[in-house]
């Protein structure tokens, strides 16, 4: 079955540094990725999807992540974090095929902000 | 834009009691996914409906059941509740396109306590 890990459970970044996330998958064919941000008590949002073509994707809030087949990850980044970006980050993985099939998360990172 | 809207928000019910959520997708989204976060955990997918047809079934307990209706919106029937049962309940919707061209979105849960 399709699963994803997240070797990270808590990050801690200062203001204005550099993230990085990381996500493993293990899947037989090309997957579809997904990283997503949930804030305390707050519906998930998707920051980015990988499915096919480049394998460096752009997102929301300036986020990306790189697809590297090699070594199953798909990790997260943005080059200079705000305070704002404290939240739980989830790496995702579809269950099937793709159209109506469901997520797979994986266990979560919590991004935690300094000063 | 309208999003996902779930009710009630929250939901406080005793063991072996019954609940009922609800789930309204975004208008013209036909996919509607059930998935319940307990406290600390990542989102466990349940279950998937596409043109009011179940299509995908996750780790859903045989006590739940769920269905889709003419207009799209869904309903989570939880019958005899544990405990265990306590969880943010969320709904995800996308349109007929299938996960590759539709992103889900999110509705921001329903909070259920078991008590």
């Known amino acids: 079955a399709q699963s994803v890990t997240q070797p990270d459970i808590h990050i801690t970044v200062s203001e204005g540094a550099s993230l990085e996330l990381r996500c493993n998958y293990s899947?037989?064919?090309?997957?579809?990725l997904f990283w997503y941000v949930q804030s305390p008590g707050q519906g998930l949002q998707l920051l980015l999807k990988y499915f096919s073509g480049d394998t460096l994707v752009q997102g929301i809030k300036g986020f990306e992540a790189e697809f590297k087949r090699s070594q199953s990850s798909f990790n997260l980044r943005k080059p200079s974090v705000h305070w704002s970006d404290a939240a739980e980050y989830f790496c995702a993985v579809v269950r099937g095929g793709g159209g109506a099939d469901g997520l797979t998360f994986g266990k979560g990172t919590h991004l935690i902000i300094q000063p | 834009a309208a999003g996902v809207i779930q009710s009630p928000r929250h939901l406080i019910k005793e063991k072996r009691e019954t609940a009922t959520l609800k789930c309204y997708p975004i208008p013209r989204h036909d996919t509607v996914y059930w998935y319940q976060q307990g406290p600390g955990q990542d989102p466990q997918f349940l279950i998937s409906f596409y043109e009011k047809m179940q299509s995908d079934k996750g780790s859903i307990p045989d006590r739940f059941s769920a269905q889709q209706f003419s207009d799209y919106h869904s309903e989570l029937n939880m019958s005899s509740l544990e405990l265990g049962d306590s969880a943010l309940y969320f709904c995800?919707?996308?349109?007929?396109?299938?996960?590759?061209?539709?992103?889900?979105?999110f509705g921001n849960g329903t909070r259920l306590t078991v008590t």
């Open positions: 899947y037989g064919a090309t997957p579809y």
């Open positions: 995800a919707s996308s349109g007929r396109q299938g996960i590759e061209n539709s992103p889900l979105h």
